[in-house]
T-cell receptor, first 113, second 111 residues
Framework: DTGVSQDPRHKITKRGQNVTFRCDPI?????LYWYRQTLGQGPEFLTY????????KSRLLSDRFSAERPKGSFSTLEIQRTEQGDSAMYLC???????????FGPGTRLTVL | GNSVTQMEGPVTLSEEAFLTINCTYT??????LFWYVQYPGEGLQLLLK?????DKGSNKGFEATYRKETTSFHLEKGSVQVSDSAVYFC??????????FGTGTSLTVIP
């Protein structure tokens, strides 16, 4: 297994457009997490899944954001009507069980013009 | 609430110097404590962790001890190398299984 992968690695979009990112976790990992990281800051938790169930969402996740993990494997994060403030690196991580190391993907860098 | 205060950078050291990066946290309950590292152009990687009070995590010559009484998890290395140049993040993992990352400390080691 090559680790957590994310696609695309970079996305440039115009304000008001919708974007979707994909994350493929390590295959046996049942937990999947999304974070957002802005320049000079640490990652901020957005949401996480245990298998296909979305168990928690941060207040950072406005109603323009939606995440899915339909079959308990890959996950998508969609941002509708993007705003310039959405420009950030979106990180995905996965883990096996609770309180275990989270393995991070390389991230998707979003730029909203 | 949960928060992390991490030593601000950037930090520049000469090779073989001693490194300390301070980290203190506030949390409900008793979190597990992690240090993650991000090398240039790469994703976050686990460096070390400690899951209970007085535990010492260690890896690649780095160490950190879980100090419950001072709510701290300072990162240390006795002799840094150029290859240690990276951004270091302190991250408590709370009982809700959420990481709270610090702002990161950028380290540059010069030969």
């Amino acid at each position: 297994d090559t680790g957590v992968s994310q696609d695309p690695r970079h996305k440039i979009t115009k304000r008001g457009q919708n974007v979707t990112f994909r994350c493929d976790p390590i295959s046996e990992h049942n937990r999947l997490y999304w974070y957002r990281q802005t320049l000079g800051q640490g990652p901020e938790f957005l949401t996480y899944f245990q298998n296909e169930a979305q168990l928690e969402k941060s207040r950072l996740l406005s109603d323009r954001f939606s995440a899915e993990r339909p079959k308990g494997s890959f996950s998508t994060l969609e941002i509708q009507r993007t705003e310039q403030g959405d420009s950030a690196m979106y990180l995905c991580a996965s883990s096996l069980g609770v309180y275990n190391e989270q393995f991070f993907g390389p991230g998707t860098r979003l730029t909203v013009l | 609430g949960n928060s992390v205060t991490q030593m601000e950078g950037p930090v520049t050291l000469s090779e073989e110097a001693f490194l300390t990066i301070n980290c203190t946290y506030t949390a409900t309950g008793y979190p597990s404590l992690f240090w993650y590292v991000q090398y240039p152009g790469e994703g976050l990687q686990l460096l070390l962790k400690a899951t209970k009070a007085d535990d010492k995590g260690s890896n690649k010559g780095f160490e950190a001890t879980y100090r419950k009484e001072t709510t701290s998890f300072h990162l240390e290395k006795g002799s840094v190398q150029v290859s240690d140049s990276a951004v270091y993040f302190c991250a408590p993992l709370n009982t809700g299984n959420q990481f709270y990352f610090g702002t990161g400390t950028s380290l540059t080691v010069i030969p």
